[in-house]
């Protein structure tokens, strides 16, 4: 006795042969008839195998027609009180449940382990694997035919994809959307940036701990991703120029109404995705990481998304690698003028049309037949963008910088390549020769950047060693580093920084980042000491250091490693298992897809 109107025949275990799909290029359905849904293996058997998976989920008062056969989409949810950003995600996923209801489908949603920003130790990014695998294992466990992703915080974005990727089922992301703008004094304040440049104020003097104290306050008051062009707002936008998010999905505000109906259109879009097949790895080709990197030029994008395409891109088995963010992105112009770079926030970006007037007007770069989750071409959807504000969205003509993409650095310094992005960085700086003042690690620098006898000046290179993947562990946002206080007050606004570390998507500088391989693995950032001279190419492409190769080989033959910060745990599995930047931080035993292959049945 079964309430299935297809059930499948006899007691038997489950014999599911869907799974992987390579099928990459054009969208269309693998064959012209439905697939039977892989959920139909839990809930549409006959015999125990199926009175236990329907009767145990009745429990929850699921009436027998949502085990019909219809798809089940999973609602794969990052809410936690530990991230505030996306503290608004339950009452999201109730817009998505009605759309999925609206067009057939049954869903169930899902917490996964969130990743919030501001309060995770050692930082997020030693996580970010850990919930994609999450995701990736919850996705295969259960009887999940399609889902859809909400995500907001920073790595909740690129963690959620990267799982379902690596399960290769239908998926749409959905981010929470940006916070309103911070109003303090006045002044607008935008998330990190402000802040910032709120603590030089404060550590000169400029103003009192009260000040500080009310603008904290002030900055975050909504609901929301940080609402500057930081990671959230980047990641949140390139899945929409990957097709992977509907439109407009970077922009609006999370307290708008309008980003509730964008749930709802998702939930709808994800049922027809699984009744299509259409799989994750048909939208996102290389020509969806192509769009990418080129409108994470256009948007003066966060550095981060670096390292999560990468990671993306190799659980496809997408050909991509840094060198293409310099390539790709080279003759792009910013057109976003938001803080970092610039002057405005997400709010005023939603208003002047928000990332379809971006893409159109740099359409002749993009890839315009590139697949996007409602159906149609990337080109299709941004026929009829209409731009608001050109102050907001510079026009190609008018651009905040002429060369938005990110540049990617190699010499004896970083010989697996390093980044720098000009776009935040100061243009007199960026051809550089400098007297390098090393740091041995995060705690090095604390101590040290404010003593008054530290010998450093304006010209000087900061130089920050055991920060990348392994050594912190976990490559934290610290490449920015403080200057130093004397030279803060002296009215010093900009100096060279170098590490195998991150910079947070909010903060600007003539930073080098993700120098590879990194100094804990005894990269030559490793053998850097104070006094050498570094010198900063940006237009020839190179970070080298004026050492000569014999006393580079002395220095390395005396290298001695640092002592692993984990000794169990996740922690050794991540320094065990982690890849360096240049390859996207991911695990090496998670690169490439399993899919959602048969699996055991325990009862
Ligand atoms: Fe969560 Fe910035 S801290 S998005």
């Given at each position: 006795m079964t309430d299935q109107k297809k059930p499948v025949e006899a007691d038997t275990p489950p014999t599911f042969s869907g799974g992987f799909s390579t099928e990459s290029a054009a969208l269309s359905t693998s064959s012209d008839t439905p697939p039977a849904h892989r959920s139909a293996e839990w809930f549409g058997r006959a015999g125990k195998y199926g009175f236990i998976p329907r009767s145990w989920m009745k429990s929850q008062g699921f009436s027998a027609e949502l085990f019909d056969g219809r798809p089940v989409i999973g609602i794969c949810n990052t809410w936690s009180e530990l991230t505030n950003c996306n503290r608004h995600l339950r009452e999201l996923a109730e817009h998505v449940k009605r759309g999925v209801l609206m067009a057939g489908g049954?869903?169930?949603?899902?917490?996964?382990?969130?990743?919030?920003?501001?309060?995770?130790?050692?930082?997020?990014?030693?996580?970010?694997?850990?919930?994609?695998?999450?995701?990736?294992?919850?996705?295969?466990?259960?009887?999940?035919?399609?889902?859809?992703?909400?995500?907001?915080?920073?790595?909740?974005?690129?963690?959620?994809?990267?799982?379902?990727?690596?399960?290769?089922?239908?998926?749409?992301?959905?981010?929470?959307?940006?916070?309103?703008?911070?109003?303090?004094?006045?002044?607008?304040?935008?998330?990190?940036?402000?802040?910032?440049?709120?603590?030089?104020?404060?550590?000169?003097?400029?103003?009192?701990?009260?000040?500080?104290?009310?603008?904290?306050?002030?900055?975050s008051r909504s609901a929301g991703s940080c609402m500057t062009m930081g990671t959230a707002s980047t990641m949140a936008l390139i899945a929409e120029a990957m097709g992977i998010g509907l439109p407009m999905n970077g922009t609006i505000p999370a307290p708008d109404s309008r980003r509730a109906v964008l749930a709802e259109e998702a939930g709808k879009r994800a049922v027809r995705l699984v009744e299509q097949d259409i799989r994750i790895s048909k939208i996102l080709t290389r020509d969806a990481f192509e769009n990418a990197v080129k409108v994470a030029g256009a948007i003066g994008g966060s550095t981060n998304a670096v390292v999560h395409l990468l990671a993306l891109a190799g659980r496809l088995g997408v050909k991509f690698t840094l060198a293409d963010w310099d390539e790709l992105g080279r003759d792009v112009p910013c057109l976003v003028d938001l803080k970092p770079s610039g002057r405005f926030l997400m709010e005023e970006f939603f208003d002047a049309g928000g990332l379809p007037v971006v893409m159109k007007r740099i359409a002749d770069k993009l890839r315009l037949g590139a697949p996007v989750v409602e159906g149609g071409t990337m080109g299709e959807r941004i026929a009829e963008a209409r731009g608001w504000n050109d102050e907001v969205i510079r026009t190609v003509d008018n651009p905040l910088t002429p060369k938005g993409g990110l540049v990617v650095l190699r010499g004896n310094l970083a010989p697996d390549g390093a980044i720098l992005k000009p776009s935040a960085a100061t243009p007199r700086l960026m051809q550089h020769r400098g007297r390098a003042v090393v740091f041995k690690d995060a705690e090095d620098l604390r101590a040290r950047i404010d003593d008054p006898d530290l010998d450093v000046d304006a010209d000087s290179v900061l130089v920050l060693q055991n920060a990348g993947p392994r050594g912190y562990p976990g490559m934290p946002e610290v490449g920015t580093m403080a200057l130093p206080k004397k030279l803060l007050a002296a009215g010093v606004t900009d100096m060279v920084r170098v590490s195998d570390a991150r910079m947070s998507g909010t903060a600007f500088g003539t930073v080098v980042l993700h120098v590879a391989p990194e100094s804990a693995l005894g990269g030559p950032l490793a053998l850097v000491k104070t006094g050498d001279m570094i010198v900063l190419d940006t237009a020839g492409r190179r970070i080298d250091v004026e050492i000569d190769a014999e006393e580079m080989a002395r220095r390395r033959a005396a290298f001695v490693p640092p002592e692993p910060a984990y000794e169990r745990g996740y922690g050794k599995l991540f320094i065990d298992h982690v890849q360096q930047a240049d390859k996207g931080v991911d695990f090496d035993f998670l690169v490439g897809s399993s899919g959602t292959p048969p699996s055991k049945v325990s009862f």
């Open positions: 049954f869903p169930l949603e899902f917490p996964v382990t969130s990743l919030g920003e501001p309060l995770m130790r050692p930082t997020t990014m030693m996580f970010r694997n850990l919930v994609a695998m999450d995701v990736e294992e919850t996705i295969r466990a259960n009887p999940i035919d399609g889902v859809v992703l909400l995500a907001g915080c920073d790595k909740t974005t690129p963690a959620l994809l990267m799982g379902a990727a690596s399960c290769d089922v239908p998926t749409i992301l959905v981010s929470g959307g940006p916070m309103l703008n911070g109003r303090y004094q006045g002044r607008v304040l935008g998330s990190g940036t402000d802040v910032f440049n709120l603590d030089q104020e404060y550590r000169t003097g400029k103003i009192s701990k009260a000040d500080v104290e009310a603008a904290e306050a002030a900055m």
